[in-house]
Nanobody, 117 residues
């Protein structure tokens, strides 16, 4: 059974930082591209950051470029999202996604991030 479990969300003031983690089980983690998405109420799901299976390459949405970092530890089956200089518009549920295109696509339940003073 595949499981992706996110943690690290919470309430933070504007300008603050949060570090999210996603632990995967039931998959060969090092074979998967890992993504962080987010979804705010009334908005479409947005791809925030991507890291390739080896960790050699990363990509970010324009909205978070320079503020967020994605990394992974294949020995721990874990992907991380380090978020800094947070803004109220970063408020959303953040979801971890494991993808081995085109056949395998798995999602976590998400963790809430709220940026507010």
């Amino acid at each position: 059974q595949v499981q992706l479990v996110e943690s690290g969300g919470g309430l933070v003031q504007p300008g603050g930082s949060l570090n999210l983690s996603c632990v995967a089980s039931g998959i060969d983690f090092s074979d998967y591209t890992m993504n962080w998405f987010r979804q705010a109420p009334g908005k479409e799901r947005e791809l925030v950051a991507t890291i390739t299976s080896s960790g050699a390459s990363t990509q970010f949405a324009n909205s978070v470029w320079g503020r967020f970092t994605i990394s992974r530890n294949n020995a721990k089956n874990t992907v991380y999202l380090q978020m800094s200089s947070l803004k109220p518009e970063d408020t959303a549920v953040y979801l971890c996604n494991a993808r081995n295109w085109p056949d395998y696509d798995y999602w976590g339940q998400g963790t809430q991030v709220t940026v507010s003073s």
